[in-house]
């Protein structure tokens, strides 16, 4: 009787042959023996465990995370953490895509636009005007964008803001 063993695929690591699926692995679509996926630096087994695929080198959890690899890696200046996938970047920061929120309303920025005040926070453009917007010193309303657009006109002279409308009838007076 003839009995072929058949191959599961051949090891990335070592290239030798990988024959039972107990003692195999596959990550990043390829496969590896259970034994041959392990952390570049501290040589731990990776099968079943957080790992990190940086310029080809494979690393536990442990070693990307505190050793001098992550200074590669973007951290995101809202919430801390690296940021392991799509990097948004704003006001020459880097951010995860969910962690650009404006301050006020929560809600995420990505693609929208925005606007940020003196202390940098960030705001959506309809709390923006919202919160920060300067009051005229004629009329006393909210100098506001008109409607269909973001931004708002004002004339600002003396320290005082003025709607342009109400500063040209004022030195009309």
């Not at 929560?106 to 926070?121: H, I, P």
């Not at 100098?143 to 003025?162: A, D, F, H, K």
Request: a negative charge.
């Amino acid at each position: 009787m003839d009995t072929h063993t058949l191959s599961l695929g051949w090891c990335v690591k070592c290239s030798g042959g990988v024959y039972s699926s107990d003692q195999a692995c596959q990550a990043m679509g390829r496969v590896y023996h259970d034994r041959c996926f392990t952390c570049c630096t501290c040589g731990q087994k990776l099968k079943g465990k957080p790992f990190y695929d940086f310029s080809g080198q494979v690393f536990c959890e442990e070693d990307y995370l505190y050793s001098s690899v992550k200074h590669f890696a973007e951290v995101c200046s809202s919430c801390g953490y690296l940021i392991t996938d799509m990097v948004l970047q704003a006001l020459g920061k880097s951010f995860h895509r969910e962690c650009f929120r404006c301050v006020v309303c929560n809600e995420t920025l990505e693609g929208q636009q925005f606007s940020v005040d003196a202390q940098n926070k960030i705001y959506c453009v309809k709390d923006y005007h919202r919160f920060l917007a300067q009051t005229c010193a004629v009329c006393e309303q909210l100098i506001l964008p008109i409607e269909g657009s973001n931004e708002s006109m004002r004339v600002l002279t003396m320290g005082r803001s003025y709607h342009v409308a109400c500063y040209e009838g004022k030195s009309n007076i």
